[in-house]
């Protein structure tokens, strides 16, 4: 896959993901204008969680049965035409709708990936599920920092024309720009699919990297979530646009962990996350400075973010590698874990600041992080199948460690094909 072509991808990620998290910076103005009492107005973001939780469920096995590459062509533009409607509300179910439907067509981020890993030679696709999946981190981050710079400009309302007018653009140089999936007949059918991911819960590889990832983005939700609380208190006391500013840091901490796909390609994915894990709960040390020292907080965002997509590859690489057959379907039941896991760490986060202030913030952040080396610790000890053949490629030792208790897998579908 070429570097154009990743980039294009890793594109899509972002804009989709910030259709959901685009509301964070703009709640008060949003609300105001459109009638929402200011304790309803977390439902504005909630709004597109729920949908995102049912999106996940329901549509992103389909990536499983019809051409990925159309497929995510239609859903970037039914996302268009829910920011429109979104942009242009007048009410405030108006907006509701729109932001519930965008939140459905926001799992095209899981169908992106699944695309990028089933077109990938094996020997590369670490490495092209790191580029693609860093725009989701791009998206998530970048989307506080442009968004308010946006809505201080033309309001809250051109976030949304402006993310519409993006969706549209990628829908067409996906259609253009992309070649077809080789796929030979799917295994199951749709109903049998989403029928089956229940039974992703009883196999170790899945459940193991589930609760990973579930800690992981508690973690990451504690930080995110409840940053705001501490710097707008004294003794900083910063604006809402200066507060944006520190995605900034979180980015170029997602972005240095670019390699983590490459380790993976290299079967270093699971020692990989365990040293980003521990890394994870050092973070928290720095981060537990915020009243006394920003540069100390921004260290700690890094690392932090660092940890987040080192960990957040190597469950992709993981799982792909050992469901290739169904490669949507097993990520977007991940990703369960991670829209729980995050609505967790913003919850907890603001009741334990309010009575614990910052220290027990990030002593929960700490904590989450704790759990998931624990998960990880865990699965290391327990007995694998096998051993390694010299022959193996690079990443075999990794795939049968982590799949033990999986079974065996089915067909494949996919054929990979090197763009």
């Not at 402006?162 to 799917?186: D, G």
């Not at 973070?283 to 400075?289: E, R, T």
Request: glycine share 12%; net charge positive.
């Amino acid at each position: 896959m070429d570097v154009w072509r990743r980039l294009l991808l890793a594109v899509v990620c972002g804009v989709a993901v910030a259709s959901i998290y685009a509301a964070q910076p703009v709640l008060e103005p949003m609300g105001r204008d459109l009638g929402v009492p200011p304790e309803l107005t977390g439902w504005i973001v909630a709004t597109g969680q729920f949908g995102y939780l049912a999106g996940l469920l329901l549509l992103v096995p389909l990536g499983d049965v019809v051409d990925r590459r159309r497929l995510i062509a239609v859903h970037l533009a039914i996302t268009a035409a829910a920011m429109i409607l979104t942009a242009s509300a007048s009410a405030a179910w108006l907006a509701f709708a729109g932001l519930a439907t965008a939140g459905v067509f926001a799992v095209v981020v899981q169908t992106t990936v699944a695309y990028a890993a089933s077109v990938s030679p094996p020997a590369e696709r670490g490495r092209n599920i790191g580029v693609v999946t860093s725009g989701v981190v791009v998206g998530i981050l970048g989307a506080r920092v442009v968004t308010g710079a946006l809505a201080e400009v033309w309001g809250w309302r051109s976030v949304y024309a402006v993310l519409a007018v993006l969706s549209l653009c990628l829908a067409a140089l996906v259609l253009v720009a992309l070649p077809s999936e080789e796929r030979l007949h799917p295994a199951a059918g749709y109903r049998q699919i989403v029928g089956s991911l229940g039974g992703l819960f009883t196999q170790r590889v899945f459940l193991t990297r589930g609760l990973i990832a579930f800690f992981l983005f508690a973690s990451f939700g504690t930080l995110w979530s409840g940053l705001s609380l501490p710097l707008a208190d004294t003794p900083w006391q910063l604006s809402e646009s200066q507060i944006g500013l520190f995605g900034i840091a979180g980015l170029a901490g997602a972005l240095g962990a670019a390699r983590a796909g490459r380790w993976a390609d290299a079967g270093r994915a699971t020692p990989v996350s365990g040293l980003a894990l521990t890394l994870l709960i050092l973070s928290w040390a720095a981060i537990a400075q915020l009243p006394w020292s920003l540069w100390l907080l921004i260290v700690g965002i890094v690392l932090l973010d660092f940890a987040v997509q080192a960990v957040h590859v190597s469950n992709q690489h993981v799982l792909a590698a050992a469901h290739p057959e169904r490669v949507s379907s097993v990520i977007g039941g991940c990703m369960v874990f991670y829209s729980l896991g995050s609505a967790l760490g913003a919850a907890a986060t603001t009741a334990v600041f309010t009575t614990y202030g910052w220290t027990g913030s990030s002593l929960l952040g700490a904590g989450f992080g704790a759990c998931a080396l624990a998960v990880w610790a865990t699965n290391r000890r327990l007995p694998r199948e096998g051993a390694n053949h010299p022959s193996e490629k690079p990443g075999t030792r990794q795939v049968q460690e982590e799949t033990q208790g999986a079974g065996q897998a089915g067909p494949v579908m996919n054929s990979p094909k090197a763009l």
